[in-house]
């Protein structure tokens, strides 16, 4: 399901933004890998991300970033991300069947013509970007 377009020149403060979605397989990450020139394999193979002591395959942290700029764009339609961040604080484990991380936001602060977004990044319900945050221009 698509999250509806919000449009960032309408959102004020403490606006909650709806909880958006995005699953991750491991499709996505070697696809991912691909793209971005890091084939590290603990994000490609599950036995060698299991020798170095990991649950199993994770996410690059740049995907999971690509993930919340992604929800950031769908809350505010076309609106330019002028600053996205957030520490890596957690894996995003992505076993065979797949999972999902999810993204909440609320709109902190605005000015003429920025609006800042606090952001929730969790998977299986462990968050795993500390502090993540976005301005976009309205």
Request: with cysteine; charged share 20%; aromatic share 4%.
């Amino acid at each position: 399901m698509k999250t509806p377009r919000t449009g960032a020149e309408r959102l004020t403060v403490g606006t909650v933004l709806p909880a958006v979605g995005f699953d991750v397989t491991r499709a996505d990450l070697r696809e991912y890998a691909e793209a971005s020139g890091d084939p590290n394999p603990i994000h490609l193979d599950p036995e060698v991300a299991r020798a170095v002591g990991l649950p199993d395959t994770i996410a690059h942290g740049m995907l999971t970033l690509a993930l919340a700029a992604r929800a950031v764009s769908d809350w505010t339609g076309d609106a330019e991300v002028v600053e996205l961040g957030g520490r890596f604080t957690g894996m995003v484990v992505v076993p065979e069947e797949g999972t999902r991380v999810e993204f909440g936001g609320e709109v902190t602060a605005t000015t003429d013509d920025t609006v800042t977004i606090a952001l929730t990044a969790t998977c299986a319900g462990a968050k795993v970007l500390g502090r993540p945050a976005a301005v976009v221009r309205a």
